[in-house]
């Protein structure tokens, strides 16, 4: 645990170069880290994820650019009580400091690289148009000015090349250290982050929800859709006409459908078309979809169309991220093992292909975040698509099967299970990287149709709408070259 030193802001004074803090100056934070509260018989628990939205744009519409001058020159007075950030340079780093009296430093090249005037950065395809490579590794800049707009600095080659980074780029983007967001000289930082709202049996009394109609006709109400897919885990779509047709068109309001081995989108029934349980009458235990490709769809959508002369075929969603948070609390050693013993998977039922998961030593059930490594991100689990533990150290084999059992305990207690039955009309969509699906048993006729949708394709969806609202829904026509999202 590590708090903020927060100083008074003082107003900027531009007449003196400033020193870089000191090394090892006393940064701390106290950052968000997952809450548990209860609603009713279900705890819940919330804990922060990141969003971001395009700022820079509206820099650019709140202030003109200033007159350049060099760093020793006169300071203009500013233009209103914001006061501007703090800037200096040494031999190799520009320091800046901020109005809460932290700073960070950015290395001379690791800032050129970055130049995003339409010269060195597409302001179309967003893409790099600098020849990193044809910059000398020891450049340092010519002036370094704090400007309403952001940090100008100017590069000493003939002609001068200006470069001008907002505010809450630098912000966002800060490495050493990194940053928490703050308002900066009058810009307001990416929205506060969305909890992500883990769940359990209690979610039946108030299930995420939206409506068809408003989804069909509206893109701010797919972000809505998206956003509580992103906070849930998954999100019911009532009222939607029980068609094959207008399921797929549904569907296709987040992005293009997702093509494998079962085809596009699917109409689907116990019929043994393909070779996998799900073609059954069979009871399916909560499970992640996809466990045995590299890339496990995103989405699974779900609409019952109809079910006739039988009984059973109910939904079961668990919250993986939910079920792993109890599993931590109760057996801090199973979860670790499921986080890092290595679990192969297959998909042999169809004779025309075999699928195994790459790496073909296997993926760990629950995968972490690369850089924070407490932060959850992906279930893939399905026990039947498991294959062979063959790389199991032999003093893990029973360890491992012991965290098993205490995975399936958390997955499949009352307080877990959301049984739901579907029908026709309503829609369930699923992520499917968080939350388990499962099927009771059941005899009769049973038509089910729906698909998958990738990873990167809904949330590229999501993240595109992101931008172009803003926090109070009005949209924002383009998106800048400073979004913060990338
Ligand atoms: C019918 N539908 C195409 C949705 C699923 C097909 C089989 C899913 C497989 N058991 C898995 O775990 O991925
Ligand atoms: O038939 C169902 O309700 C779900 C089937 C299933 O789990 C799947 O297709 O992945």
Not at 81 to 87: A, D, K, T
Not at 96 to 118: A, K, Q, Y
Not at 219 to 246: H, M, R, Y
Not at 334 to 363: C, F, M, Q, W
Request: aromatic fraction near 10%; hydrophobic fraction near 35%; include cysteine.
């Amino acid at each position: 645990m590590v708090s903020f030193v927060y100083r008074q802001p003082r107003i900027a004074n531009h007449s003196q170069p400033f020193d870089p803090p000191l090394p090892g100056r006393n940064f701390n934070a106290t950052l968000p880290t997952s809450r548990l509260f209860t609603q009713g018989n279900s705890k819940i628990s919330g804990y922060g994820t990141q969003s971001s939205l395009s700022i820079c744009t509206t820099a650019n519409r709140l202030y003109s650019t200033a007159a350049a001058h060099d760093v020793q020159a006169t300071p203009e007075p500013l233009k209103s009580s914001i006061e501007l950030p703090e800037s200096n340079a040494d031999e190799s780093r520009v320091a800046i400091g901020w109005p809460d009296g932290t700073w960070s430093r950015f290395h001379h090249f690791w800032l050129r690289d970055h130049c995003r005037c339409p010269h060195c950065f597409h302001p179309v395809t967003k893409q790099r148009m600098l020849d990193t490579f044809a910059l000398p590794p020891s450049l340092y800049p010519k002036t370094v000015v704090s400007k309403p707009e952001g940090l100008e600095v100017t590069w000493p080659t003939s002609p001068p090349h200006v470069s001008v980074y907002p505010w809450q780029w630098l912000r966002h983007n800060s490495y050493d250290p990194r940053t928490e967001p703050m308002s900066i000289a009058g810009q307001s930082p990416p929205p506060p982050i969305q909890e992500k709202i883990l769940w359990g049996s209690g979610i039946v009394r108030d299930p995420p929800t939206v409506a068809y109609e408003d989804v069909m006709s509206d893109d701010l109400a797919v972000l809505k859709w998206l956003e509580k897919i992103d906070q849930f885990g998954f999100c019911f779509v009532s009222g939607v006409p029980a068609t094959t047709e207008n399921t797929e068109k549904l569907i296709t309001r987040i992005n293009f459908i997702r093509h494998t081995q079962y085809g596009g989108f699917w109409d689907f029934t116990s019929d043994l078309a393909h070779g996998d349980t799900a073609y059954t009458n069979l009871a399916l235990p909560a499970h992640t979809d996809n466990s045995y490709f590299t890339d496990p769809c995103g989405l699974q959508v779900f609409h019952l169309l109809s079910h006739e002369r039988g009984t059973g075929g109910q939904t079961l969603l668990v919250d993986g991220f939910y079920a792993a948070s109890i599993l931590k609390e109760l057996h801090p050693e199973s979860y670790d093992l499921l986080s890092k013993i290595l679990v192969p998977t297959h998909s042999a039922g169809d004779e025309d292909y075999l699928y195994r998961a790459r790496p073909l030593s296997g993926n760990p059930i629950l995968q972490h975040d690369p850089l924070n490594k407490d932060l959850l991100v992906q279930v893939r689990y399905a026990n039947d698509h498991r294959s062979a533990m063959r790389n199991l150290h032999p003093s893990e084999v029973i360890p491992w099967y012991e965290a098993l059992r205490n995975w399936n305990r958390c997955l499949t207690s009352s307080d877990s299970e959301f049984w739901v039955q579907l029908n026709a009309g309503t829609v369930v969509v699923v992520d499917n990287h968080r939350v388990l699906h499962g099927r009771s048993a059941f005899s009769g006729k049973r038509r089910m149709c729906g698909a998958y949708i990738g990873l990167d394709d809904w949330r590229a969806k999501l993240d595109a709408l992101r931008g172009r609202f803003s926090s109070a829904g009005s949209q924002i026509k383009e998106r800048s070259v400073w979004d913060v999202a990338f």
